[in-house]
């Protein structure tokens, strides 16, 4: 899963060894998304990955992130780990979790010139007024009444 977000913190990071003796890092992020209702995602990278993100505050990035939820003692738990962190200069991009268009400079869709146009012949018409034959391209009114 990708989403962008600006990187508004940066966690403590922390270290320990495992129970079977091996050393352990983890580094956190908070990111912010943009959109019409922001949200706030905490991420955190392990060991080599952790080592190898190079992330900065104030920076927007596009992250790429693992989802995954486990159970403890009846209640649930969910890691957000992110395992690419590309750094984006697109003021323009403002896709909650999936950028939109993909690509930056690519143009996004144009509405129509005339909101009045009607482009589908089976849909009704912008005044909301149907012939009976009008939808399906008959213009002749064939019936008995």
Do not use: C, H
């Not at 922001?38 to 927007?60: F, H």
């Not at 993909?102 to 149907?130: K, L």
């Amino acid at each position: 899963m990708e989403f962008v977000g600006k990187v508004i913190q940066i966690l403590p990071t922390e270290e320990g060894v495992s129970r079977a003796g091996n050393a352990w890092k983890k580094k956190g992020w908070v990111a912010e998304t943009f959109g019409q209702y922001p949200r706030k995602v905490k991420m955190d990278a392990m060991n080599a990955t952790a080592d190898n993100l190079m992330i900065e505050a104030g920076k927007v990035y596009t992250f790429s992130v693992d989802l995954d939820s486990r159970e403890y003692n009846n209640r649930w738990y969910t890691d957000v780990r992110v395992f690419r962190a590309v750094e984006t200069n697109a003021p323009g991009m403002e896709g909650s979790f999936a950028p939109q268009g993909g690509v930056q400079g690519a143009s996004a869709p144009q509405a129509p010139a005339n909101p009045f146009a009607n482009p589908d012949p089976f849909s009704a018409p912008a005044s909301g007024v149907v012939s009976p034959g009008a939808a399906f391209g008959d213009e002749t009114d064939d019936l008995p009444f």
